[in-house]
T-cell receptor, first 108, second 114 residues
Framework: GQSLEQPSEVTAVEGAIVQINCTYQ??????LSWYQQHDGGAPTFLSY????GLEETGRFSSFLSRSDSYGYLLLQELQMKDSASYFC?????????FGQGTELSVKP | GAGVSQSPSNKVTEKGKDVELRCDPI?????LYWYRQSLGQGLEFLIY????????KSGLPSDRFSAERTGGSVSTLTIQRTQQEDSAVYLC????????????FGPGTRLTVL
């Protein structure tokens, strides 16, 4: 089967950099995505890695290494509004398989 | 433009009743997905449609769950003879097509089975 593992919680201070890791036991997937979900809200797309390496989108970057079965989301210049849950997901066929999510708390 | 909409936003029902959840995808999006999210958990894939066809129904938990999509637009998820373990937020998403990397999610329907 497929499984993705993420830390359940991460805490960081405003202005800092934080990395949220995602390890997976999945093969044959097309790519790794990251979604953000604020409390009670809809998940929103952040980034997608089809190939190994780093993808940068503003303050957010995402990395994938298929040989290490590992990816991460890097958030820079943290802001209070970044407090949310972050989910990694692999694309398999036409569907997304999600990890359990990491709750990020940004402190002043 | 309008995003993905879902109705109702909240549904409370009694065990054993049937419920229907509706999803209106973004106009022009041919792929539509249903997920379920229990409290504090990740999203669990249920089913997806490309047009009106459902290539992958593998995530439906039991034969009490069914979904249809008509006219390549609106989709309905039906749960028959609801059980308490069906209580969750049911999220719908759409994308341009099933090869698109980005899915756009609706606000979800919170289902509570008493």
């Amino acid at each position: 089967g497929q499984s993705l593992e993420q830390p359940s919680e991460v805490t960081a201070v405003e202005g800092a950099i934080v990395q949220i890791n995602c390890t997976y036991q999945t093969s044959g997937f097309y790519g790794l995505s990251w979604y953000q979900q604020h409390d009670g809200g809809a998940p929103t797309f952040l980034s997608y890695n089809a190939l190994d390496g780093l993808e940068e989108t503003g303050r957010f970057s995402s990395f994938l290494s298929r040989s290490d079965s590992y990816g991460y989301l890097l958030l820079q210049e943290l802001q209070m509004k970044d407090s949310a849950s972050y989910f990694c997901a692999v694309t398999l066929g036409g569907k997304l398989i999600f990890g359990q999510g990491t709750e990020l708390s940004v402190k002043p | 433009g309008a995003g993905v909409s879902q109705s109702p936003s909240n549904k409370v029902t009694e065990k054993g009743k049937d419920v229907e959840l509706r999803c209106d995808p973004i106009s022009g999006h041919t792929a539509l997905y249903w997920y379920r999210q229990s409290l504090g958990q990740g999203l669990e894939f249920l089913i997806y449609f490309q047009g009106n066809s459902a290539p992958d129904k593998s995530g439906l938990p039991s034969d009490r769950f069914s979904a249809e999509r008509t006219g390549g637009s609106v989709s309905t998820l039906t749960i028959q003879r609801t059980q308490q373990e069906d209580s969750a937020v049911y999220l719908c998403a759409s994308s341009l097509d099933a090869r698109d990397n980005e899915q756009f999610f609706g606000p979800g329907t919170r289902l509570t089975v008493l």
